[in-house]
């Protein structure tokens, strides 16, 4: 079921706690699939809410994935507030609404592009890629990343003395990984992101792999057509406003 694969990326992207609860910043975050839905609740929502909301959630009926689900409205007034804000993107008061669609990445896959892709398991490109570090990477960060640790296993493509484009391992547990895509804008619209996220799913074998992106991003829509992805479903968040939503 499409649903449980939902609800096994959920743990993979928020690293859910030992009662299966949000670290934040989100509130809540919904899973929509064909077949069903699931959801997380935020760590410090009062027991009772959460399992309200839970129940809620469950006993719905999912909408198109595409489409927010018609309960956010009833979960976003369990939570404190619900006051529809009018026009823009779906909003509730205090909080705000952003989704995304998601993919399951089911290896091997190929993608041909007009530059050489390098992986994380060559270790003599590790000391030519310190100095190109993309400027969205800390230099601790980029470092732990070339040695094997956090993002690690991972694929770039490096052109004209820079990353042109990088897919890492956004998260990485014992249940799954997620795909964290990158493409410098210099050199978007080659095929460089489908060519990188090819390379890092033969990095992982027999680990679950997923890709999710958000509702506006087409580029990253594209990559997962490109490759054949299965659309699983979408994941839908409610978030503060003022905080700074979760990577999904």
């Known amino acids: 079921m499409t649903v449980d694969l939902l609800r096994v990326e959920i743990g993979v992207i928020w690293r859910l706690d030992g009662r299966g609860r949000l ?5 809540l975050v919904i899973g929509v699939a064909a077949d069903g839905m699931t959801a997380a609740v935020r760590a410090d929502v009062p027991d009772p809410v959460a399992t309200e909301l839970l129940d809620l959630v469950s006993q719905g009926v999912p909408s198109h994935p595409g489409h927010p689900p018609d309960i956010l409205a009833r ?52 000391a030519r890629l310190r100095r190109p570090r993309p400027a969205n990477w800390e230099p601790g960060e980029w470092d732990e990343l070339l040695a094997g640790g956090a993002g690690a296993p991972w694929a770039m493509i490096v052109e004209d003395g820079q990353v042109a484009a ?3 391992s956004a998260r990485l547990t014992p249940e799954g990984a997620e795909a964290g895509t990158w493409t410098s804008p210099a050199f978007r619209g080659r095929g460089y ?10 990095l992982l074998p027999g680990v679950r792999l997923f890709y999710s992106t958000s509702a506006d991003n087409h580029s990253s829509q594209r990559v997962a057509q490109r490759l054949g992805l299965d659309a699983i479903g979408w994941l839908w968040k409610l978030t503060p406003h003022g905080s700074t939503a979760s990577p999904a």
């Not at 896959?109 to 390098?118: H, N, Q, R, S, Y």
């Not at 992101?193 to 033969?202: D, I, M």
Request: net charge negative; hydrophobic share 40%; glycine share 12%.
């Open 23 to 27: 670290p934040g910043p989100e509130e």
């Open 75 to 126: 979960c976003a007034a369990l939570l404190g507030s619900g006051r529809a804000v009018s026009g823009g993107p779906a909003a509730f008061e205090g909080r705000a609404v952003s989704g995304g669609p998601c993919y399951l990445v089911r290896p091997p896959l190929t993608f041909e592009a007009p530059a050489d892709v390098i992986r994380s398991d060559d270790p003599s490109h590790a």
């Open 166 to 168: 990088i897919c890492h």
């Open 193 to 202: 992101a489908a060519a990188t996220t090819a390379a890092w799913a033969g």
